[in-house]
């Protein structure tokens, strides 16, 4: 290959993309030529209408990201990040990638911080993945403390990447379990939150990104998706101060499901709130 045009290679890339199925074809070739070549995709559509041209080794490359693509690898395993709130984070394989609805969860959960009276207000982010939420928390309210826990080895070792490129020395992250972590915080924290895995065992998800490269410890909760809810129930109530805050993430059919789940426990006022596509999206609740 030559010297081929921006523009003729997107051509390409959104002609093998859309033949693989792929749901925006248009996006991820922009994404994946601006990653190859180290543009945003703004500069990346800029220098395709004034007729750049790539090098046939970046070219070249760029062909190879789009096939990869095309055989269903994430488009984040690829470029290797994932965009959350104003964090870049690193993804790859071992880690599930940070979706935009979990966004409008943090959102939840730095409201409730904010609101804390106390100058140092503690949040802690049960089964952090890539640390997509702890990070937002950490990173957008300065003067909280936060503690994320994660479990499997594969993700633990992405969200302490994560933590060291933001650089945040307000932030704890810890290798345990759910049911045994963190026994100095019973009582102390303002803020729970977290994002289960709540996908019922067998509602497999028909996205191959999804099906074959998240973590499957990441997505799915027992028969009806909230055993982990269950867990982080009873475990919430012993972190929590009275008045505290429990922000869970779930699926937009659970609303109801958790709203009586945790009233069954004890929780008081909870609320389901929507996501930005007015789905049912996570749902808070406030410990006695
Ligand atoms: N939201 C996930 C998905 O879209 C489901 C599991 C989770 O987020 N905890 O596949």
Same mark, same amino acid.
């Given at each position: 290959? !030559? ?27 922009? +994404? ?12 990346? &559509?800029? %220098?395709?209408?004034?007729?750049? &041209?790539? !090098? ?23 470029? @290797? ?5 104003? +964090?870049?984070?690193?993804?790859? $394989? ?18 409730? /911080? ?11 982010? #049960?089964?952090?993945?890539? @640390?997509?939420?702890?990070?937002? #928390? ?32 307000? /932030? ?9 972590? #963190?026994?100095? /915080?019973? @009582? ?16 497999? $998800?028909?996205? $191959? ?16 998706? #909230? ?9 919430? +109530? ?19 499901? /958790?709203?009586? +789940? ?11 709130? %929507? ?14």
């Amino acid at each position: 290959m !030559s010297e081929p045009a921006l523009a003729e290679l997107l051509r390409r890339g959104v002609d093998l993309l859309s033949r693989a199925r792929v749901p925006s074809p248009q996006a991820d070739a922009e +994404l994946l030529l601006g990653h190859v070549l180290g543009f945003s995709r703004g500069e990346l &559509q800029a %220098k395709a209408l004034v007729g750049a &041209q790539a !090098s046939s080794e970046r070219a070249r490359a760029f062909l190879d990201a789009v096939e990869r693509r095309a055989a269903r690898e994430p488009l984040q395993h690829i470029t @290797g990040v994932a965009a959350f709130r104003h +964090l870049q984070l690193r993804v790859g $394989p071992g880690v599930f990638v940070p979706r935009p609805e979990t966004e409008t969860v943090a959102q939840l959960a730095i409201d409730a /911080l904010l609101a804390v009276p106390s100058p140092a207000p503690v949040a802690i982010d #049960l089964g952090t993945g890539s @640390g997509a939420i702890a990070l937002a #928390l950490a990173t957008e309210v300065a003067h909280a403390r936060v503690i994320a826990v994660e479990n499997s080895a594969r993700a633990f070792v992405w969200a302490r990447e994560n933590a060291a490129a933001v650089g945040v020395s307000n /932030l704890r992250l810890v290798f345990d379990d759910l049911a045994h972590c #963190l026994p100095d /915080l019973e @009582g102390a924290a303002d803020v729970v939150v977290s994002n289960p895995p709540y996908i019922p065992d067998d509602a497999v $998800p028909r996205d $191959p990104e999804v099906r074959l490269h998240d973590p499957a410890a990441a997505l799915y909760g027992g028969p009806d998706g #909230l055993d982990v809810v269950r867990a982080l129930s009873h475990r919430a +109530l012993t972190f929590l101060r009275p008045g505290g805050a429990l922000i869970l993430e779930h699926g937009e059919q659970q609303g109801r499901a /958790l709203r009586t +789940l945790l009233a069954a426990d004890g929780w008081r006022d909870p609320v389901t709130h %929507k996501d930005l596509t007015r789905r049912d999206r996570a749902t808070t609740a406030t410990r006695p």
